[in-house]
């Protein structure tokens, strides 16, 4: 374990909170006393970094905002102590017009859900249940662009998210780095969704540009995550923790797995049990 945590970066959904639900209140408690304690906390998520995510800690019912925030799976980053912003360029129109018609026949053929993020573009095709709770969660409303790549392509965007029946992920993902594998990267991100986006990125670049901004070693900082777009983002970290619903690869590279799902607060309860007491902060013996 890291002795004594100066940062603290985590994933959004499914590891701090289940997809749309309130944050649990062990994870309210430790945040709490760890801002107090002058711990910079962080998120990181693979959604756009917009101004709505720059305040979720009220949203959730914080007494304070967080310090930094990963969006984008690494392609942007916003930092609150200087009101810095950074991000990625987003994917021109005919880059994603290549990429849709090359994945069009599986989009056809397993009637995979798929919507654009970034740049105001709310495209989406084969728009399903899950894509509406995608929706109402972020805010916007999806248009519907089913067969209509043009259409579809209007706007430039950051990334393509692909959802289907988790059977079909590995194919999904293998069409599409057999012909844009070069430059760019797929990644999971929720069991039957795959994410395509530019290659050079990810959380633990996104926590490492945080990082080297204020001089912080990466045996201060403590992560959480639960899947794939987590994997980097535990490995930059001091002590990477992988909570108890995560994906079973991605609890193969933590240091540590919590012992509640993200349902039960396991964030907020394994820090309780390693870093917190009613008072403040434990420091642990021993470095990683």
């Not at 749309?20 to 998520?45: C, E, M, R, W, Y």
């Not at 573009?121 to 805010?139: P, Q, V």
Request: proline share 3%; with cysteine.
């Amino acid at each position: 374990m890291i002795e004594n945590i100066t940062v603290l970066a985590a994933d959004i959904d499914m590891t701090l909170t289940f997809k749309g639900a309130p944050l649990p209140q062990s994870v309210k408690d430790a945040f709490i006393i760890l801002h107090d304690n002058g711990v910079k906390l962080g998120l990181a998520t693979g959604r756009e970094l917009t101004d709505a995510l720059k305040n979720q800690g009220k949203t959730w019912g914080l007494p304070f905002e967080f310090d930094f925030v990963i969006g984008m799976n690494g392609g942007m980053l916003y930092d609150r102590e200087d009101d810095y912003s950074w991000s990625i360029p987003l994917m021109d129109e005919q880059e994603m017009k290549d990429i849709l018609t090359w994945m069009m026949p599986l989009i056809d053929k397993y009637k995979i859900a798929v919507n654009a993020e970034g740049g105001a573009n709310h495209s989406a095709m084969n728009i399903n249940g899950e894509l509406l709770e995608s929706a109402k969660r972020h805010g916007f409303i999806f248009e519907d662009k089913t067969g209509d790549v043009d259409g579809f392509c209007e706007k430039g965007a950051y990334k393509f998210l692909f959802r289907s029946e988790p059977e079909y992920a590995d194919e999904i993902r293998s069409r599409f780095l057999e012909k844009f594998g070069k430059d760019h990267q797929m990644v999971a991100t929720f069991p039957g969704t795959v994410e395509a986006m530019h290659k050079g990125f990810d959380k633990g670049s996104g926590l490492r540009k945080y990082a080297d901004r204020h001089g912080i070693g990466r045996n201060e900082i403590i992560a959480f995550g639960d899947n794939e777009n987590d994997n980097a983002l535990l490995t930059v970290a001091g002590w990477g923790v992988a909570l108890k619903n995560a994906d079973e690869k991605t609890k193969e590279i933590a240091d540590d797995i919590t012992f509640d799902t993200c349902k039960d607060g396991g964030v907020g309860t394994y820090l309780k049990k390693y870093y917190i007491d009613p008072k403040g902060l434990k420091r642990k013996e021993g470095t990683k």
